[in-house]
């Protein structure tokens, strides 16, 4: 007997497999293709999403430097606006990773972070 399932679960977990399999024309050979090619992909957009916060992180000290939200308040402290807009194009390029981020989208979320 399994000790994580159930017996009568275990058999509803492969009477369900066994059926996606045969539904769509499905072999372990495709199934295991799927599964690599998501996570080829699940890797591609990972490093997307390094290289974008890295390209944010470079750019948010530069936007509006002169504007108060955007200014140091201290040494080693920043302007509030910076964490704001970190946040929305972080946000932004993790929920769109074929799009990312590019410098000049630093310019939009403004318009939502300053007051």
Same mark, same amino acid.
């Given at each position: 007997m399994?000790?994580v399932?159930?017996? $009568?679960?275990?058999r509803?977990a492969?009477?369900?497999?066994?059926a996606?399999l045969?539904s769509e024309?499905?072999?372990p050979?495709?199934?295991?293709d799927?599964?690599?090619?998501?996570?080829d992909?699940?890797?591609?957009? /990972?490093? $997307?999403?390094?290289?974008?916060m890295?390209?944010?992180?470079?750019?948010?000290?530069?936007?509006f430097?002169?504007?108060?939200d /955007?200014?140091q308040?201290?040494e080693?402290s920043?302007g =509030?606006?910076v964490t704001k807009?970190?946040n929305?194009?972080?946000?932004? =390029?993790?929920?769109?990773?074929?799009?990312g981020?590019?410098q000049?989208?630093d310019? /939009?979320p403004?318009l939502l972070t300053?007051?």
């Amino acid at each position: 007997m399994n000790e994580v399932l159930p017996v $009568a679960l275990e058999r509803t977990a492969q009477d369900t497999l066994q059926a996606w399999l045969e539904s769509e024309d499905r072999t372990p050979e495709k199934a295991h293709d799927e599964a690599v090619a998501e996570e080829d992909e699940a890797t591609r957009n /990972f490093e $997307a999403q390094v290289q974008a916060m890295d390209d944010i992180e470079k750019d948010v000290g530069r936007t509006f430097p002169e504007h108060s939200d /955007f200014t140091q308040k201290k040494e080693l402290s920043e302007g =509030a606006g910076v964490t704001k807009l970190r946040n929305v194009l972080g946000a932004y =390029a993790m929920r769109n990773p074929k799009v990312g981020y590019c410098q000049v989208t630093d310019n /939009f979320p403004i318009l939502l972070t300053v007051k």
